[in-house]
């Protein structure tokens, strides 16, 4: 009976009653798909996949369900086709571009835009919901020999000479644009395009690859177009031979035809990293990380193979360092004679990327990562794999016993070379003082390494609440403003009169709401506790309040008031709706859509009747039925209309089905008849009211929520925007690291907890400091990003007043050459570089995934110094980096010998050595401590 059912799900099309069932379905099938070469793969939107996954509770069963996704939109992925081409093929095939030739915009991201499921899961998904457009892409098997999706078919413009002329028109066409698989030879290619473009005979056709030269193809029918270095945006002539034998570009004579191949120079240190998908995170830490010179000059002139260690336990037998190595060499070839073959060179790091995700599988998917937390893994592994201490001795730190700070934090520091000496802790190691004094007068005092000065930013005493405020009279236009309320102690009393002080409208006429997906929250309707309070939220005036809505906060039950006031009104949220039908479907035709902005019906309990509803509704709505100006300025007359021009419906919170009838009957709400009967209780937390609309929406006045005309905006908005975001300079930062915390720890010599005060310094910097703006962090029970502007300077760092030893002034000062970018929202976002390449000293360029550009100069503060610096980094000015590179390279014979000791790691196992760092805070090398 369960296969059957899934049978019918699955190949008939019936979609599941259950978004549980759909959620195993689509789970079952993912975990039963197996690809192989050719298997057919189908891209979809990032966010309807999203949506989906929400309404099926994907990750979570708990989280909050969003409502059903609708037909799978991947309109936004389609890239516009040229004029002609779109001409060619309505005009002359009259038919629409196969699934595969369908081209995707430039810039889309597997991960961000799109993500890709196997003909499996597609199948039963595009069957329940429909798609206005599908994008098959096929597996293949690339030079290497790796199995990879083909994800962006080469676009190739094809020309034909002589033209075809079009029937019955006589137009002439002579271009048509064609996808093309990389692996496709030139013969599978030539068969393509006649068929495409229905030439019927291959004998009498030459193709030509054009790219500022001309060559024939003709001698190179068995290679492939990757083998021919022919790319996207080139041209290929298909040139068709007359009825007389003669051909459009003449004989070819033997050795005369040109075999040029176009190359470009490389500039070293300026190549840009192929985004794999969700991969900017780590483009971005490699690319600071490239141009920290001394590293790359000690990978790329072999040194490494010096110092690498392929016994250390906590190490992963040299092979994190080996592949780096690999990625530098590739970044910065050092053979002149080696060319590009396009004039922007990219790096694709997939190799690395797949060695990193071998050792620790947090980096092994294509899930958005941190950028930090890639970096702390990759520079624990470099230091392990390149410790020169072999034989690592246990010696235990001294407890503090009244010793001053220089001798203790000698003692620390030569305690830590006994097990640690890297180039990695040479350039990035520091040292921080802790202290830690308890009431009962015990004071403990130690000296940690760090890698990273983690900096917390600060989190505001009070939050900003964005309300959009909807007047009863709806010809009001909304007005947004903001509120700033204790983050902490702020109650919902508050933020009503604040609500009421903004609007000039009385409390109790205020209803406050959340919007889910353009619709009311129900569970939003009543707020009780101001944690419920979201950042944007709508209010509405009201005639009056429900006995429901309270608005004051209690702390418990047995506070709360126990008499509620008279229920004198209801105020029921409505939805504006258009039913529209479609003469293909296969259950019913019917189909919902919501525009403009919900509202508050607000009525009396008493005495109000069905008719009343309608009466009440015509009246408030009358300024969506004003008579409109056409294209001319002229005025069209007034809507002529029978009774109402609306009908009222009962339908569920998202407005897509009835709540009260079966599922089967596919109802999108019972009508509300015109009547004198009073009205009932079918209105709660779960239902709403549907306004079905009958004028078309182009002859009515409504709120395009789409444009931002539609509110006025406050002053206060603007007024807090400014006070919540101000700029900290980042001395003020790091004296929020040295304030002292209050905890409570317990005492081994009292034997219970005492209340003790935690202090962290400075004690010195690395000759490379890293400074980490901790902008992700967790924040009464969630996760929460700040966009505070951190002003840092890009030259002349001193940081004398930061460390707390003695140290010469000249070594505390600091200059900017690379630093890591986060843009957008938290579990998400784009991860970018600026970095000072070794070609163009003093030059700053922005490291974009595979693009490189440069910054023009009087942007570089704008640029640079941004509420998205996420990792700075810092080179000590008066660091002489030759100290470190005294010793002579290997020789190539040296090396060869060296890198036959790494062993290769076996593929395909999850290689985490549990001795090994890992991507988390409580297991960290000592080299790498990070500050939580």
């Given at each position: 009976?369960?296969?059957?059912?899934?049978?019918?799900?699955?190949?008939?099309?019936?979609k599941?009653?259950?978004?549980?069932t759909?959620?195993r379905?689509?789970?079952?099938h993912?975990?039963?798909?197996?690809?192989?070469?050719?298997?057919?793969?189908?891209i979809?939107?990032?966010?309807?996949?999203?949506?989906w996954?929400?309404?099926?509770?994907?990750?979570?069963?708990?989280?909050?369900?969003?409502?059903?996704?609708?037909?799978?939109d991947?309109?936004?992925?389609?890239?516009k086709?040229?004029?002609?081409?779109?001409?060619?093929?309505n005009?002359?095939?009259?038919?629409?571009l196969?699934?595969?030739?369908?081209?995707?915009k430039?810039g889309?991201?597997?991960?961000?835009?799109?993500?890709?499921?196997p003909?499996?899961?597609?199948?039963p998904?595009?069957?329940?919901?429909g798609?206005?457009?599908?994008?098959?892409?096929?597996?293949?098997k690339?030079?290497?020999?790796e199995?990879?999706?083909?994800?962006?078919?080469?676009?190739?413009?094809?020309k034909l000479?002589p033209?075809?002329?079009l029937?019955?028109?006589?137009?002439?066409?002579?271009?048509?644009?064609?996808s093309?698989?990389?692996?496709?030879?030139?013969?599978?290619?030539?068969?393509?395009?006649?068929m495409?473009?229905?030439?019927r005979?291959?004998?009498?056709?030459?193709?030509?690859?054009?790219?500022?030269?001309?060559?024939?193809?003709?001698?190179?029918?068995d290679?492939?177009?990757?083998?021919?270095?022919?790319?996207?945006?080139?041209?290929?002539?298909?040139?068709r031979?007359?009825?007389?034998?003669?051909?459009?570009?003449?004989?070819?004579?033997?050795?005369?035809?040109?075999?040029?191949?176009?190359e470009?120079?490389?500039?070293?240190?300026?190549?840009?990293?192929?985004?794999?998908?969700?991969?900017?995170f780590?483009?971005?830490g490699?690319?600071?990380?490239?141009?920290?010179?001394?590293?790359?000059?000690?990978?790329?002139?072999?040194?490494?193979?010096?110092?690498?260690?392929?016994?250390n336990?906590?190490?992963?037998?040299?092979?994190?360092a080996k592949?780096?190595?690999?990625?530098?060499?590739?970044?910065w070839p050092?053979d002149?004679?080696?060319?590009?073959n396009?004039?922007?060179?990219?790096?694709?790091?997939?190799?690395?990327?797949?060695?990193?995700?071998?050792?620790?599988?947090?980096?092994?998917?294509?899930?958005?990562?941190?950028?930090?937390?890639?970096?702390?893994?990759?520079?624990?592994?470099?230091?392990?794999?390149?410790?020169?201490?072999?034989?690592?001795?246990f010696?235990?730190?001294?407890?503090?016993?009244?010793?001053?700070?220089?001798?203790?934090?000698?003692?620390?520091w030569e305690?830590?070379?006994?097990?640690?000496?890297?180039?990695?802790?040479?350039?990035?190691?520091?040292?921080?003082r802790s202290?830690?004094?308890?009431?009962?007068?015990?004071k403990?005092?130690?000296?940690?390494p760090?890698?990273?000065?983690?900096?917390?930013?600060?989190?505001?005493?009070?939050?900003?609440i964005?309300?959009?405020?909807?007047?009863l009279?709806?010809?009001?236009?909304?007005?947004?403003?903001?509120i700033l309320?204790?983050?902490?102690?702020?109650?919902?009393e508050?933020?009503?009169?604040?609500?009421?002080?903004?609007?000039?409208?009385?409390?109790?006429?205020i209803y406050?709401a959340?919007m889910?997906?353009?619709?009311?929250?129900?569970?939003?309707?009543i707020?009780?506790?101001?944690?419920?309070?979201?950042?944007?939220?709508?209010?509405?005036?009201?005639r009056?309040k429900?006995?429901e809505?309270?608005?004051?906060?209690?702390?418990?039950?047995?506070?709360?008031p126990?008499?509620?006031?008279?229920?004198?009104?209801?105020?029921?949220?409505?939805?504006?709706?258009?039913?529209?039908?479609?003469?293909?479907?296969?259950f019913?035709?019917?189909?919902?859509?919501?525009?403009?902005?919900?509202?508050?019906?607000?009525?009396?309990?008493?005495?109000?009747?069905?008719r009343?509803?309608?009466?009440?509704?015509?009246?408030?709505l009358?300024?969506?039925?004003?008579p409109?100006?056409?294209?001319?300025?002229n005025?069209?007359?007034?809507?002529e209309?029978?009774?109402?021009p609306?009908?009222?419906?009962?339908?569920?919170m998202?407005?897509?089905?009835c709540?009260?009838?079966?599922?089967?009957k596919?109802?999108?709400?019972?009508?509300?008849?015109i009547?004198?009967?009073?009205?009932?209780?079918?209105?709660?937390?779960?239902?709403?009211?549907?306004?079905?609309?009958?004028?078309?929406?182009?002859?009515?006045?409504?709120?395009?929520?789409?444009?931002?005309?539609?509110?006025?905006?406050?002053?206060?908005?603007?007024?807090?925007?400014?006070?919540?975001?101000?700029p900290?300079?980042?001395?003020?930062?790091?004296?929020w690291?040295n304030?002292?915390?209050?905890?409570?720890?317990?005492?081994?010599?009292?034997?219970?907890?005492?209340h003790?005060?935690?202090k962290?310094?400075l004690w010195?910097?690395?000759p490379?400091?890293?400074?980490?703006?901790k902008?992700?962090?967790?924040y009464?029970?969630?996760?929460?990003?700040?966009?505070r502007?951190?002003?840092?300077?890009?030259?002349?760092?001193d940081?004398?007043?930061?460390?707390?030893?003695?140290?010469?002034?000249e070594?505390?000062?600091y200059?900017?050459?690379?630093c890591v970018?986060?843009?957008?929202?938290?579990?998400?976002?784009?991860?970018?570089?600026?970095?000072?390449?070794?070609?163009?000293?003093?030059?700053?360029?922005?490291?974009?995934?595979?693009?490189v550009?440069?910054?023009?100069?009087?942007?570089?503060?704008?640029?640079?110094?941004?509420?998205?610096?996420?990792?700075?980094?810092?080179?000590?000015?008066n660091?002489?980096?030759?100290?470190l590179?005294?010793?002579?390279?290997?020789?190539?014979?040296?090396?060869?010998a060296?890198?036959k000791?790494?062993?290769?790691?076996?593929?395909?196992?999850d290689?985490?050595?549990?001795?090994?760092?890992?991507?988390?805070s409580?297991?960290?090398?000592?080299?790498?401590?990070?500050?939580?």
């Open positions: 009976m369960e296969v059957t059912k899934q049978l019918i799900y699955t190949n008939v099309g019936i599941p009653s259950s978004y549980k759909e959620r379905i689509i789970q079952q993912f975990n039963e798909f197996v690809n192989f070469e050719g298997a057919f793969h189908y979809i939107s990032k966010k309807w996949w999203d949506q996954k929400s309404y099926v509770r994907w990750d979570d069963e708990t989280e909050k369900r969003s409502p059903e996704p609708g037909i799978i991947n309109k936004p992925l389609i890239a086709k040229p004029r002609w081409a779109s001409q060619f093929y005009n002359y095939f009259g038919k629409r196969s699934t595969e030739d369908v081209k995707m430039n889309l991201e597997e991960g961000t835009d799109f993500v890709v499921l003909i499996t899961v597609w199948s998904l595009v069957l329940w919901y798609s206005n457009q599908e994008f098959r892409r096929s597996a293949i690339n030079l290497d020999e199995l990879e999706i083909e994800l962006f078919p080469l676009q190739i413009v094809v000479e033209a075809i002329v029937q019955p028109s006589r137009k002439k066409v002579d271009s048509a644009e064609l093309f698989s990389r692996i496709l030879t030139v013969k599978e290619v030539k068969r393509k395009c006649c495409d473009l229905m030439v005979t291959m004998n009498k056709i030459r193709l030509w690859h054009v790219r500022n030269v001309a060559v024939c193809l003709e001698d190179d029918l290679l492939s177009l990757e083998e021919l270095n022919v790319q996207s945006g080139d041209t290929l002539v298909l040139e031979q007359s009825r007389q034998g003669i051909w459009p570009r003449g004989e070819l004579n033997g050795d005369d035809e040109p075999k040029i191949i176009e470009f120079d490389i500039v070293p240190g300026m190549a840009g990293l192929k985004n794999l998908g969700n991969t900017c780590m483009n971005s490699l690319q600071c990380l490239s141009n920290t010179d001394i590293l790359t000059e000690y990978f790329s002139t072999k040194r490494w193979c010096v110092d690498v260690n392929t016994e336990p906590l190490g992963f037998s040299g092979n994190v592949e780096y190595n690999r990625l530098i060499d590739a970044l050092l002149p004679d080696f060319k590009s396009s004039p922007r060179y990219v790096v694709e790091p997939r190799k690395f990327k797949s060695m990193i995700g071998m050792w620790n599988q947090d980096f092994g998917g294509f899930r958005q990562q941190d950028s930090q937390e890639f970096l702390g893994f990759l520079l624990d592994g470099l230091h392990e794999d390149l410790n020169r201490v072999k034989d690592k001795p010696t235990p730190n001294p407890d503090f016993d009244g010793q001053p700070d220089e001798e203790l934090a000698q003692i620390y305690n830590y070379l006994k097990r640690n000496q890297s180039i990695i802790q040479e350039l990035f190691a520091g040292q921080l202290t830690r004094e308890s009431d009962c007068g015990k403990s005092v130690t000296f940690d760090y890698t990273f000065l983690s900096l917390p930013l600060p989190m505001d005493d009070e939050r900003g964005e309300i959009i405020f909807f007047y009279d709806q010809t009001i236009k909304p007005q947004k403003f903001s309320i204790d983050r902490e102690e702020g109650t919902t508050e933020l009503y009169e604040k609500i009421s002080e903004y609007s000039g409208v009385k409390v109790d006429h406050l959340s889910d997906h353009g619709y009311f929250d129900h569970k939003s309707f707020f009780d506790e101001f944690k419920t309070v979201r950042d944007c939220m709508n209010a509405y005036e009201v009056g429900s006995e809505m309270n608005i004051t906060d209690h702390t418990s039950e047995e506070e709360a126990k008499k509620k006031r008279k229920r004198v009104y209801c105020n029921v949220s409505a939805l504006h709706r258009k039913i529209s039908t479609t003469k293909i479907y296969i019913t035709p019917y189909s919902t859509s919501l525009f403009s902005c919900p509202f508050i019906l607000s009525y009396k309990r008493k005495n109000t009747t069905y009343d509803l309608y009466d009440q509704i015509h009246e408030q009358q300024w969506m039925l004003e409109k100006k056409d294209l001319n300025g005025i069209r007359r007034k809507i209309y029978k009774g109402y609306f009908k009222l419906s009962v339908t569920t998202d407005g897509t089905c709540p009260y009838c079966p599922w089967y596919f109802c999108t709400g019972c009508e509300i008849e009547s004198d009967e009073v009205v009932g209780n079918e209105f709660d937390h779960e239902s709403t009211i549907a306004i079905d609309w009958k004028i078309d929406l182009k002859d009515l006045h409504y709120i395009r929520t789409e444009s931002r005309s539609w509110y006025e905006q406050h002053p206060s908005i603007e007024e807090h925007w400014n006070k919540l975001n101000k900290i300079p980042l001395d003020r930062v790091v004296s690291f304030q002292e915390e209050d905890m409570e720890v317990y005492c081994g010599t009292c034997e219970k907890d005492e003790n005060i935690k962290m310094d010195n910097t690395p490379i400091l890293i400074v980490h703006l902008r992700f962090q967790f009464n029970n969630r996760w929460k990003k700040s966009n502007l951190v002003e840092f300077p890009l030259e002349g760092l940081v004398t007043d930061w460390i707390i030893s003695e140290t010469e002034e070594d505390n000062i200059d900017l050459y690379a970018n986060h843009y957008g929202r938290l579990g998400g976002g784009h991860y970018t570089a600026f970095g000072i390449p070794k070609a163009h000293p003093g030059e700053w360029h922005c490291f974009d995934d595979s693009r550009t440069p910054i023009p100069e009087d942007k570089y503060e704008e640029e640079i110094v941004s509420p998205a610096g996420y990792l700075l980094f810092y080179r000590r000015r660091f002489d980096p030759q100290n590179l005294s010793f002579d390279p290997p020789t190539e014979q040296e090396v060869s060296i890198l000791t790494i062993p290769e790691p076996p593929e395909g196992e290689l985490r050595n549990p001795n090994a760092p890992a991507n988390n409580n297991n960290k090398s000592t080299c790498s401590k990070m500050l939580t």
